[in-house]
C-alpha cells in the first residue's frame, strides 16, 4: 500500500511531514488490556514515542482523506499526533480567497519515491468546508484530493490598496463577521498554560525519575531506608525547581499575551466600540488619536501614526507609520516589506493623526496567533531545539551503563539461583545491581548544578530563562556583537555638518554651529525638517539621531501648526519654524510627507513646503552609499571625504535635496512615490556624528581573546565606521591589514590563496547575499574564518550570518540591545539581550547592565557549569562502576554490605562532593583552554585523580577523588 506522505515548509527550519491515520479498534482493545495487565507500564513507551502509537494503535491510510489523526515528523525528527477536522467556510469572500491563494502552495512526497512534484491545490466547491489540523498554533488545510497541504493563508497574504481599502465606507456586515470568525475564531493569542499537576506528572513521568522510583522501591524494600529517603528528599527538591522554573515561564509569556482593550470599529456603516478580542480580518477600525494598545495586526488606509514598537525590536525610540496608499496599488502588500505602514500586534499607538478632520482608520489583516505577536509568542512556546554533545553522550554513557547493568543483573541471577537462596534474595539481589551501575540520583545531582549557577548569574545581574544554555555557554568559541547600542553608546553626539563648497565642488565646509547657516538654506531646512519626530505630552520625541540634529538646528517644532498664506491644517501634520535672522524674519516650513527609515532600505525622506514658495520640496537623508546613488552629481572628493570621517569611527549621513514641479499639486502630494522622487538629487553635504565605546567594551575584547574565542562585529552601519569601532575595541588588531568586500564584484574575483595571519576581512550585506549564493562550502569556510566585521547587514542577514556560523560547526553567542537583533538572538546557542524589554523574551540570557561585560561573565561562568557537570558526571560514573564492581566481587564471596554504613555513606559522601562540585565559581577570567564537551571518552571519564581540565577551563578548584580513595 501506497502511503501519502505531505512535506510543508520544504528547506527552512520549520519543515514537517504529515502521515494519514485511521483509529484500528480491535488493536486499541487488545492494548487496553494489556496495558490493565502491566499496571500501566505499556502505556508509557507510548507516552515517550508518539510514532510507536500511532504503529501500534492506527492504521496507515492511503488518503489523508480517510484519515481520523495525522503523525507530524518535524524536522528534528520529533514526533506529534494531532487529530484532523472539518472546518465550514460560510463566508463567501473567505471562499474566494481560498481559492485565490491557496494555488500552488504545496509540495507533495510520496513514500514510495524520493522525488518531489508540485500539486495544484483544490478544495470542494459543494460541501464549502475543508479538512483541517493544528499544529503549533497554526492551522493547516488539506486539499480535496488529499494530495496537498498548505499553512491557512493570511488575509495579508498579497493584498493590495483596492482590496485593503474595499470596506473602508462601510465595514463588515454583521453577518459577515460572525462568518469570519467562525473560520478565524477570536483575537486571543491562547496558550493554554498546563497546570501544576499537569507539569507535575510529566515531569515524574520523565524516565530518571522514574528508574529513581523503581530504586527507592528496591531499596526500602532491602531495608536501606537512609539512603532511600535521601533521594526521596533530593528528587521532590529537584522536582520542584524544574516546575518553579516552568511555571515561572509561563507565567512570562502568559503575561505577554494578556491585555484586551476597546477600540470603535466600522460595521454595517455603523462605527461602534467594541472589546479589540471580537475583532476579526478584514474589521475597518479607528485609531484613536490619544492613542492605544493593539492586539492585532493592521494596514494604515488613512492619516498617519507614532508608534512605539519596543515590544518588537527592543527599541523605544518612536516609529512613524504612513497611509498604504493607491501609489501601491500595484504592489502586492508583504508584513515584511511594508512595514512603515503596518501597525503590530504588541505595540503601543502613541498617538494618530488624521486629515481634513477624517477618521485615522486601518484594516484588521491578521489576529491570534497568525500576528507579529503571536509569531513571537509561537517562537517561545516552540523554539529551535538545542545540539549539544555534553547532552547526548549523557545519554550514551547512561545507555552504556544499562548495559553493563544488564550483564551484572544475569550474573548475579545465575549465581543465586546455583546458590539456592531465598525467592526473595533471587528476586532483590539483581535488582539491586541495576540500581548500583546506573546512578539514580544523576538528574538530581546535575540539576543542583545548574540552581548554583543560576545564582551566581544573578548576583552578575544576568537573568536566565533556559538553565541547560548555561552548559552550551561554557563551549562558546566565537561571539557576535551588535555595534551601536551593544559596543558603543547608544546616544550619539553631533559633531559637525560637512557642506560642499559650490566653487570648488568638494566637501570642505566643516560647520560645528549649524545654527549660523542661513535660515533658508536647504542644509537649514534638510537639518530642521527631515526627520519623523512628533510632540507628545508636549515633548519631542523620536530617534535620536534625528533629535541631535533637530535640536543642533536652533528650529522650533509644533504639531498641526497655521502658517500665514497656507494653511497647513489639512495636509500638514507639523510645522518647523527657524528662529529669527538678523532682520528678524523666521521661516516656516510645513512637513507634508514623511517617508520613515527603513532598515533595508538604509534612508528616510520628507516631502515639505515652504510658504513664501510656490513649490514643493524633496530632502532625503540616509546612508552615504544609498544617498550616492540617488544623486545626479557628487563631490570630488566625495569618497575620500567620507572614507576620512569613517575611518576615525564617526557615524555618518548623507543629506540630499530637490526641489519639485511646481505642478504637482497639494491633493497629488500622498499619492506620489518614492520611487518617482529619488532622482536627480542634489548632494547637500555630510552629517557627522561620533559614537563612544562603552567602557566595558575594549576590556571585554581581550579577554575574549586571550581565551582564544573570536569576535565579530555584525552592524547595520557603513563598513568604514564599523572598521574603525572595530580597531577601537580590539576586534580587528591595530597592525592588521583589512581587506574589504564592498559589493558581489568584490567576492566574484576573490581567489583564495594563501592569507596571512596579519590579514582581516570586512563584508558588507550585499558582499554577504553574493557569497551565500554561491553555494561555494569552501569559499564560505574562508569568509568566515577570517571576516571580523559584517556592516551594512539587514536583520535577516545577522540570521543568516549566525546559522552559516553554526553550520560550520561552531558554537555561536549573539549578543545585541534588542533592536533588529531579535532573529540572531533566537538562532544563537546563546543570546544575550541587553534589553529587558518583552523582545528580550525570545534570548535565554538578559543582562539588566547594559554592556557587553556580560558576555565576559557568561562564559566564564558556562566553563565552570561545564567542568562542574563532567565532573559531577565522572564522579557519579566512577561511583557507580567502583560500587558495581565491590558489590559484585563481595556477590562471589557470598557476602553482602552492611546496610547502616553503606546508606550512610551513599547519603553522605557523594552528595556532599555533588554540592561541592556546584559551589565551585569560575576564574577572574577565562583561560585559553576550552573545556571538553564530550562526556564519552575514557581518557576523561576514568582518570584517576583530580581533573586537570577543570584548572585550565577556568574554575577555583574541582574534589574528585582517586578510584583509591573511593574503594576506602
Not at 460541501?127 to 488529499?146: A, E, P, W
Not at 550514551?396 to 539461583?417: D, E, P
Not at 528476586?427 to 539491586?432: F, M, N, V
Not at 548569574?457 to 557576535?480: H, M, T, Y
Request: proline share 4%.
Amino acid at each position: 500500500m501506497t502511503v501519502t506522505k505531505l512535506r510543508l515548509h520544504q528547506n527552512t527550519e520549520h519543515e514537517f511531514s504529515i502521515k494519514g491515520y485511521r483509529l484500528n479498534y480491535v488493536s486499541t482493545v487488545l492494548y487496553s488490556i494489556f496495558a490493565v495487565v502491566t499496571l500501566g507500564l505499556a502505556v508509557l513507551p507510548l507516552y515517550w514515542k508518539p510514532n510507536w502509537l500511532m504503529f501500534i494503535l492506527f492504521t496507515p491510510c492511503e488518503s489523508l482523506l480517510i484519515s481520523s489523526d495525522v503523525l507530524i515528523e518535524d524536522a528534528y525528527k520529533r514526533y506529534s499526533r494531532r487529530r484532523l477536522f472539518k472546518l465550514s467556510i460560510r463566508s463567501e469572500n473567505i471562499w474566494k480567497f481560498l481559492h485565490e491563494k491557496l494555488s500552488n502552495d504545496s509540495i507533495l512526497e510520496t513514500s514510495t519515491s524520493v522525488s518531489t512534484d508540485s500539486v495544484p491545490f483544490s478544495l470542494d466547491e459543494s460541501s464549502r468546508g475543508v479538512l483541517c489540523f493544528t499544529y503549533q498554533k497554526t492551522t493547516y488545510v488539506i486539499s480535496n484530493d488529499g494530495l496537498s497541504a498548505s499553512k491557512f493563508p493570511s488575509l495579508a497574504t498579497g493584498l493590495t490598496t483596492s482590496e485593503a481599502s474595499a470596506n473602508v465606507k462601510q465595514g463588515l456586515s454583521l453577518d459577515e463577521v460572525a462568518k469570519r470568525r467562525e473560520v478565524f475564531g477570536s483575537n486571543e493569542i491562547d496558550i493554554n498554560p498546563k497546570s501544576v499537576f499537569t507539569l507535575f506528572v510529566q515531569e515524574c513521568l520523565h524516565p530518571f525519575y522514574l528508574f529513581q522510583l523503581f530504586s527507592v522501591t528496591v531499596w526500602f524494600v532491602d531495608e536501606y531506608y537512609y539512603y532511600s529517603a535521601c533521594i526521596v528528599v533530593l528528587s521532590v527538591l529537584s522536582i520542584g525547581w524544574a516546575l518553579y522554573m516552568t511555571c515561572s515561564q509561563q507565567k512570562k509569556v502568559v503575561k505577554m499575551t494578556k491585555g484586551d482593550h476597546v477600540i470603535d470599529v466600522l460595521r454595517d456603516g455603523v462605527l461602534g466600540s467594541v472589546w479589540q478580542r471580537e475583532l476579526v480580518p478584514g474589521d475597518i477600525v479607528s485609531i484613536p488619536q490619544n492613542g492605544c494598545m493593539l492586539t492585532f495586526d493592521s494596514l494604515l488606509l488613512t492619516g498617519s501614526c507614532i508608534v512605539n514598537e519596543c515590544m518588537l525590536t527592543g527599541e523605544s525610540v518612536p516609529v512613524t507609520k504612513t497611509t498604504f496608499t493607491s501609489a501601491h496599488v500595484h504592489s502586492l502588500y508583504s508584513p515584511k516589506y511594508h512595514t512603515k505602514f503596518t501597525l503590530f500586534s504588541g505595540t503601543s499607538v502613541l498617538q494618530s493623526r488624521s486629515y481634513s478632520n477624517d477618521r485615522c482608520y486601518a484594516v484588521v489583516i491578521n489576529t491570534g496567533f497568525y500576528t507579529m505577536k503571536g509569531e513571537l509568542i509561537r517562537s517561545i512556546l516552540y523554539p529551535k531545539p538545542m545540539s549539544f554533545r555534553l547532552f547526548f553522550d549523557a545519554i550514551m554513557f547512561v545507555l552504556f551503563l544499562v548495559g553493563v547493568s544488564m550483564i551484572g543483573f544475569v550474573y548475579t541471577l545465575v549465581l543465586m539461583i546455583n546458590r539456592q537462596v531465598d525467592v526473595a534474595e533471587i528476586i532483590l539481589r539483581p535488582l539491586d545491581i541495576i540500581t548500583i551501575a546506573v546512578p539514580p540520583a544523576l538528574p538530581a545531582a546535575l540539576n543542583i548544578g545548574m540552581v548554583f549557577a543560576q545564582r551566581r548569574l544573578k548576583r552578575w545581574k544576568i537573568f536566565c530563562i533556559s538553565p541547560r544554555r548555561i552548559d552550551v555557554a561554557g563551549s562558546i568559541n566565537v561571539v557576535c556583537f551588535d555595534k551601536t547600542g551593544t559596543l558603543t553608546e547608544d546616544d550619539m553626539e553631533f559633531k559637525n555638518a560637512v557642506t560642499v563648497d559650490k566653487s570648488t565642488n568638494f566637501v570642505s565646509n566643516e560647520v560645528t554651529d549649524v545654527k549660523s547657516i542661513s535660515n533658508e538654506s536647504p542644509v537649514s531646512v534638510g537639518l530642521s525638517a527631515c526627520h519623523t519626530l512628533t510632540k507628545i505630552d508636549g515633548k519631542i520625541v523620536g530617534d535620536p539621531m534625528d533629535l541631535k540634529l533637530f535640536l543642533a538646528s536652533g528650529w522650533s517644532y509644533a504639531e498641526q501648526g497655521t502658517g500665514t498664506g497656507f494653511d497647513y491644517e489639512s495636509l500638514a501634520p507639523s510645522v518647523v519654524t527657524s528662529p529669527k535672522d538678523r532682520t528678524g524674519k523666521t521661516v516656516d516650513i510645513a512637513i507634508v510627507r514623511q517617508f520613515p527609515f527603513s532598515s533595508e532600505m538604509q534612508r528616510m525622506a520628507v516631502i515639505v513646503r515652504d510658504e513664501k514658495k510656490d513649490h514643493f520640496e524633496f530632502f532625503l537623508k540616509g546612508s552615504p552609499e544609498k544617498v550616492a546613488q540617488l544623486c545626479t552629481k557628487l563631490p570630488g572628493n566625495f569618497s575620500q571625504s567620507l572614507e576620512f570621517y569613517a575611518n576615525n569611527g564617526y557615524r555618518v549621513l548623507a543629506l540630499a535635496y530637490k526641489p519639485l514641479d511646481t505642478r504637482l499639486a497639494w491633493h497629488k502630494v500622498h499619492k506620489v512615490t518614492l520611487g518617482e522622487l529619488e532622482s536627480g538629487l542634489e548632494f547637500l553635504g555630510f552629517l557627522v556624528f561620533h559614537n563612544k565605546l562603552k567602557k566595558a567594551s575594549s576590556p571585554v575584547i581581550h579577554r575574549l581573546q586571550e581565551a582564544d574565542i573570536r569576535s565579530i562585529m555584525v552592524t547595520g552601519d557603513n563598513i568604514a565606521t564599523a572598521i574603525a569601532v572595530a580597531r577601537g575595541c580590539s576586534i580587528i588588531r591595530k597592525a592588521m591589514k583589512v581587506k574589504v568586500f564592498y559589493q558581489k564584484e568584490d567576492v566574484l574575483n576573490f581567489f583564495p590563496r594563501h592569507i596571512s595571519s596579519d590579514t582581516a576581512f570586512a563584508c558588507t550585506g550585499d558582499a554577504f547575499s553574493a557569497l551565500k549564493s554561491l553555494n561555494d562550502e569552501f569559499l564560505i569556510a574562508v569568509f568566515l574564518k577570517h571576516t571580523c566585521v559584517f556592516a551594512r547587514m539587514t536583520p535577516d542577514q545577522k540570521a543568516e550570518l549566525v546559522e552559516l556560523l553554526q553550520k560550520s560547526g561552531l558554537f555561536v553567542g549573539m549578543c545585541g540591545d534588542g533592536a533588529n537583533d531579535c532573529g540572531a538572538l533566537k538562532l544563537a546557542h546563546v543570546g544575550i539581550s541587553l534589553s529587558e524589554l518583552e523582545a528580550s523574551a525570545a534570548a535565554p540570557f538578559t543582562s539588566a547592565i547594559p554592556d557587553v561585560s556580560c558576555v565576559d561573565k557568561l562564559i566564564r561562568e558556562g566553563r565552570a557549569s561545564l567542568v562542574n557537570s563532567f565532573a559531577t558526571f565522572k564522579f557519579m560514573g566512577l561511583y557507580s562502576m567502583i560500587q558495581f564492581t565491590s558489590i559484585v566481587i563481595l556477590y562471589w564471596y557470598e557476602s553482602t554490605p552492611g546496610r547502616s554504613p553503606v546508606s550512610l555513606y551513599r547519603s553522605g559522601h557523594h552528595h556532599i562532593a555533588d554540592v561541592d562540585h556546584g559551589r565551585n565559581g569560575s576564574e577572574p577570567h577565562p583561560v585559553q583552554v576550552s573545556p571538553t564537551g564530550e562526556t564519552v571518552q575514557c581518557c576523561y571519564l576514568f582518570v584517576a585523580g583530580d581533573c586537570h581540565c577543570c584548572t585550565v577551563c577556568g574554575t577555583d578548584h574541582i574534589s574528585i577523588h582517586s578510584p583509591s580513595v573511593l574503594l576506602v
